[in-house]
């Protein structure tokens, strides 16, 4: 196995995660297989315990690991399927180290950070490297390995430690650092600085890491005179140091990397000049350049709970910018804070209210994301109703579907207290309940979690075919609450379908209005599996009904064009 270590300096969000998965991609144009590991020095044990408004959106896999955000890069960026153990954290670590010394596997001995500790995580890097993550047999051919945070840090000490290590055994030529850093430009002088990336390469050193390649992140192209400075300063040949400088979409950092010459810098220090091709990005570059190119927008109205930090529903962004780059549109998301929506905030807010109200009704179509909690709640239910009332396509992902169930039951079924028992533990009408599946104990979680199949009901349903008239789904789930089984049936009477069920037929994952031109809500999140050009099927048909063209698509597609 051949390591790529991508660690950061001088300060955090760089973009360590998007080099790291564009160093992926060209080595991946270069015919070689790639996987990843994301190290996250924190102490929690995974990221499912985290808010999406400090830290991002909770990313998820097939297997159900809930993960930090970058994993969802490299999934989208190298076409792979990662697994829970591709994320490690400090917590995970200590974990399985004290789980050892409780069985006594340490043999009486004293458990320290080392050798302990780093023997664990260089176990654990060198086990999961192996792991196959692109559906083909045996490991593959680099491991592109992101150190969160910033050298230096307190936290990433032993990772830090662990990794030298691991440089020292796999040897020379099994080992490439990328040490990505800052230069900033100080406004009077305008001069480029190179003394930040200076220290920082010094901090890795005294560490006993040795950058091979410099990733400096600038907001214009670097100076020459700025990359002899660096050159001479850090001891890294100048041909070796890449330039990420701002660019108009992140699609275009492999293609900068690649015309530096990365490929050549990295495969020469791994050895594999002579088994890698060219790198192979025709299909890369028209992707990152259609991007630029586009005009024609269509406004998506996102109305959720965590509207503040954008990066909290980074997957479902994602999953709109491929469906609308597939129509050849731009995809123009408003904002929405659900609890703007609501009834109170005439009166508390009355401008913010004027103007969620505003843009909702000037959008093409709306999404309700997921989320927890009662917060903002009512202002969904009452972007449900709008768009039911309204025929404005709605997609209702996980509590958008739920949401979309509650506002159905109090507006058609005249049950005004339905709610979910999530909100309400009292309702008269729990409409959505708690359906714990498997164990309630195993690691105290309850959380349905990962990849689970979809039974698809009826070949008679917008999901269905676009879906490709298949019998079944597979799409990840992370969630506690479902819809009651009791109230299917009055509801399905009203006219709420429910068009695909799991195995059991007892939890509904797809409902349907189809008296609606796109009215469907989802328990799943199609979101995780969508990919740069392969979006997901309902991300495509929801902006296909936003700009009226559903209908033909269907058509077309059925009779097999
Ligand atoms: N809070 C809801 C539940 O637990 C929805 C979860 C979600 O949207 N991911 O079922």
Same mark, same amino acid.
């Given at each position: 196995?051949?390591?790529?270590? %991508?660690?950061?300096? %001088?300060?955090?969000?760089?973009?360590?995660?998007?080099?790291?998965?564009?160093?992926?991609?060209?080595?991946?144009?270069?015919?070689l297989r790639v996987t990843?590991?994301?190290?996250?020095?924190?102490?929690?044990?995974?990221?499912?315990?985290?808010?999406?408004?400090?830290?991002?959106? %909770?990313?998820?896999?097939?297997?159900?690991?809930?993960?930090?955000?970058?994993?969802?890069?490299?999934?989208?960026?190298?076409?792979?399927?990662?697994?829970?153990?591709?994320?490690?954290?400090?917590?995970?670590?200590?974990?399985?180290?004290?789980?050892?010394?409780?069985?006594?596997?340490?043999?009486?001995?004293?458990?320290?950070?080392?050798?302990?500790?780093?023997?664990?995580?260089?176990?654990?890097?060198?086990?999961?490297?192996?792991?196959?993550?692109?559906?083909?047999?045996? *490991?593959?051919?680099?491991? %592109?390995?992101?150190?969160?945070?910033?050298?230096?840090?307190?936290?990433?000490?032993?990772?830090?430690?662990?990794?030298?290590?691991?440089?020292?055994?796999?040897?020379?030529?099994?080992?490439?650092?990328?040490?990505?850093?800052?230069?900033?430009?100080?406004?009077? #002088?305008?001069e480029q600085k190179t003394?930040?990336?200076?220290? =920082?390469? &010094?901090?890795?050193?005294?560490?006993?890491?040795? *950058?091979?390649?410099?990733?400096?992140?600038?907001?214009?192209?670097?100076?020459?005179?700025?990359?002899?400075?660096?050159?001479?300063?850090?001891?890294?040949?100048?041909?070796?140091?890449?330039?990420?400088?701002?660019? /108009?979409?992140?699609?275009?950092? /492999?293609?900068?990397?690649?015309?530096?010459?990365?490929?050549?810098?990295?495969?020469?220090?791994?050895?594999?000049?002579?088994?890698?091709?060219?790198?192979?990005?025709?299909?890369?570059?028209?992707?990152?350049?259609?991007?630029?190119?586009?005009?024609?927008?269509?406004?998506?109205?996102?109305?959720?709970?965590?509207?503040?930090?954008?990066?909290?529903?980074?997957?479902?962004?994602?999953?709109?910018?491929?469906?609308?780059?597939?129509?050849?549109l731009k995809p123009s998301?408003?904002?929405?804070?659900?609890?703007?929506?609501?009834?109170?905030?005439?009166?508390?807010?009355?401008?913010?209210?004027?103007?969620?109200?505003?843009?909702?009704?000037?959008?093409?179509?709306?999404?309700?994301?997921?989320?927890?909690?009662?917060?903002?709640?009512?202002?969904?239910?009452?972007?449900?109703?709008?768009?039911?009332?309204?025929?404005?396509?709605?997609?209702?992902?996980?509590?958008?579907?739920?949401?979309?169930?509650?506002?159905?039951?109090?507006?058609?079924?005249?049950?005004?207290?339905?709610?979910?028992?999530?909100?309400?533990?009292?309702?008269?009408? /729990?409409?959505?309940?708690?359906?714990?599946?498997? =164990?309630?104990?195993?690691?105290?979680?309850?959380?349905?979690?990962?990849?689970?199949?979809?039974?698809?009901?009826?070949?008679?349903?917008?999901?269905?075919?676009?879906?490709?008239?298949?019998?079944?789904?597979?799409?990840?789930? &992370?969630?506690?609450?479902?819809?009651?089984?009791?109230?299917?049936? #009055?509801?399905?009477?009203?006219?709420?379908?429910?068009?695909?069920?799991?195995?059991?037929?007892?939890?509904?994952?797809?409902?349907?209005?189809?008296?609606? /031109?796109?009215?469907?809500?989802?328990?799943?999140?199609?979101?995780?599996?969508?990919?740069?050009?392969?979006?997901?099927?309902?991300?495509?048909?929801?902006?296909?009904?936003?700009?009226?063209?559903?209908?033909?698509?269907?058509?077309?597609?059925?009779?097999?064009?």
């Amino acid at each position: 196995m051949k390591y790529v270590l %991508v660690t950061g300096g %001088v300060v955090s969000g760089l973009g360590k995660g998007v080099t790291a998965s564009s160093i992926g991609v060209v080595l991946k144009a270069c015919g070689l297989r790639v996987t990843s590991i994301k190290i996250d020095p924190y102490l929690n044990t995974d990221a499912g315990t985290m808010s999406p408004f400090e830290h991002g959106e %909770v990313f998820v896999l097939d297997d159900g690991g809930e993960v930090d955000l970058d994993l969802g890069n490299y999934e989208r960026f190298l076409d792979v399927t990662l697994t829970k153990d591709n994320n490690i954290t400090t917590g995970k670590i200590f974990q399985s180290v004290i789980e050892k010394e409780r069985k006594g596997d340490y043999l009486g001995k004293t458990v320290q950070v080392v050798p302990h500790i780093t023997d664990a995580i260089k176990d654990w890097i060198e086990s999961v490297s192996a792991i196959p993550v692109d559906g083909k047999d045996g *490991p593959a051919d680099v491991c %592109v390995i992101e150190l969160g945070g910033t050298v230096g840090d307190i936290e990433s000490m032993p990772f830090i430690e662990a990794l030298r290590q691991l440089s020292f055994s796999v040897g020379q030529d099994n080992f490439c650092l990328v040490h990505v850093s800052l230069i900033p430009v100080l406004g009077v #002088v305008g001069e480029q600085k190179t003394k930040p990336t200076q220290h =920082s390469v &010094r901090e890795l050193r005294a560490l006993g890491l040795t *950058p091979h390649l410099l990733a400096c992140r600038s907001a214009q192209p670097l100076l020459e005179n700025t990359k002899e400075k660096l050159s001479q300063f850090c001891h890294v040949p100048a041909a070796n140091i890449l330039n990420i400088h701002d660019v /108009p979409n992140i699609w275009h950092v /492999p293609l900068l990397l690649r015309n530096q010459n990365a490929h050549d810098a990295i495969l020469n220090q791994l050895n594999l000049l002579s088994i890698a091709m060219p790198p192979a990005l025709q299909d890369w570059t028209m992707m990152a350049e259609t991007y630029d190119n586009l005009t024609n927008s269509v406004r998506i109205a996102m109305v959720g709970k965590y509207v503040g930090l954008t990066d909290s529903y980074l997957s479902v962004v994602k999953a709109l910018l491929h469906a609308c780059i597939a129509c050849s549109l731009k995809p123009s998301i408003d904002w929405i804070a659900a609890s703007d929506l609501e009834e109170d905030s005439a009166k508390s807010t009355p401008e913010a209210h004027a103007a969620a109200w505003e843009t909702l009704k000037n959008a093409a179509c709306i999404l309700v994301p997921g989320g927890f909690g009662d917060r903002g709640v009512r202002g969904m239910i009452l972007a449900a109703k709008y768009a039911r009332e309204n025929s404005i396509p709605y997609l209702g992902i996980c509590l958008g579907m739920q949401i979309a169930v509650i506002e159905f039951a109090r507006s058609v079924l005249g049950l005004e207290r339905a709610d979910s028992s999530e909100f309400d533990t009292d309702t008269p009408d /729990p409409v959505v309940i708690f359906m714990p599946e498997g =164990s309630r104990t195993h690691m105290g979680s309850t959380m349905r979690l990962g990849s689970r199949r979809t039974l698809i009901q009826t070949p008679d349903c917008i999901t269905a075919k676009l879906y490709g008239n298949t019998q079944y789904v597979e799409e990840r789930h &992370r969630h506690r609450y479902e819809v009651n089984p009791e109230v299917i049936e #009055v509801l399905e009477e009203k006219g709420l379908k429910f068009v695909g069920k799991d195995e059991t037929g007892k939890r509904m994952e797809i409902l349907e209005l189809p008296t609606h /031109p796109f009215y469907v809500g989802v328990q799943f999140h199609p979101e995780f599996k969508s990919r740069p050009r392969r979006p997901s099927a309902l991300f495509l048909g929801f902006i296909l009904a936003a700009t009226g063209k559903l209908e033909a698509h269907l058509k077309s597609h059925q009779n097999g064009v």
